[in-house]
């Protein structure tokens, strides 16, 4: 009888801590979404961008995540040939106002705002340059990052509605009605109670 006791008490605690980590989470990707949907709006005005540059001897190698024009951009930079007395690593974010003459570079392929491009060239002072970037639209990320709370809400919603049980976690009160075996919640009383004849 012991063990079983035990066993049931460590299956509700992994069941409430399971249910605590999926709440954090769905937390988090909401927050996450909510960030994007900004960007996405201010993409619109303005280019904004992080980098990071490793600076060698004589190469250059940059990574930047750019928003602009309602699309993400990923690009890598390359550029080969040039001297350079300061090497190391540098972040940077940088934002600059959206014009329509900004040209990114040569696409590959385009497909409902997806986008895969590249360039290249040379140039006395730069030496050789090669530059990759994929494009996403703000769109994408925005949807993937919505559907962890729109499931969570739709089932809070629907456990919500059912009477019976715990407001907090959904576990059946019908055996214990004075408080919930699984997270100890005790719940509000009914409003009209019945009336004993």
């Keep these: 009888m012991k063990d079983r006791a035990a066993f049931s008490f460590r299956a509700v605690g992994w069941e409430a ?14 927050l996450l ?36 024009w309602g699309r993400m951009f990923f690009i890598h ?11 190391g690593t540098e972040w940077r974010f940088v934002s600059k106002s959206i014009n329509a003459d900004m040209n990114i570079g040569n696409r590959s392929w385009n497909c409902m705002g997806f986008e895969r491009g590249w360039m290249q060239g040379s140039g006395p002072n730069l030496g050789w340059a090669q530059m990759n970037y994929f494009a ?14 729109l499931i969570w809400l739709r089932r809070r919603l629907r456990r919500g509605f059912k009477p019976g049980l715990c ?29 004993i004849a």
């Design 17 to 30: 801590m399971r249910r605590r980590v999926g709440n954090i989470l769905c937390g988090a990707s909401l």
């Design 33 to 68: 979404a909510l960030a994007t949907a900004g960007v996405w709006v201010r993409s619109y005005w303005s280019a904004d961008g992080v980098f990071r540059s490793v600076t060698g001897r004589s190469t250059l190698e940059e990574w930047e995540l750019r928003s602009g």
């Design 77 to 87: 930079n390359e550029f080969h040939g040039w001297v350079n007395d300061h090497p």
């Design 136 to 149: 996403v639209p703000d769109w994408t990320p925005l949807l993937m990052l919505s559907i962890a709370p």
């Design 167 to 195: 407001p907090v976690c959904g576990y059946d009160l019908r055996a214990t009605p004075g408080r919930c075996p699984e997270c100890g919640t005790i719940p509000a009383a009914p409003e009209h109670p019945a009336r």
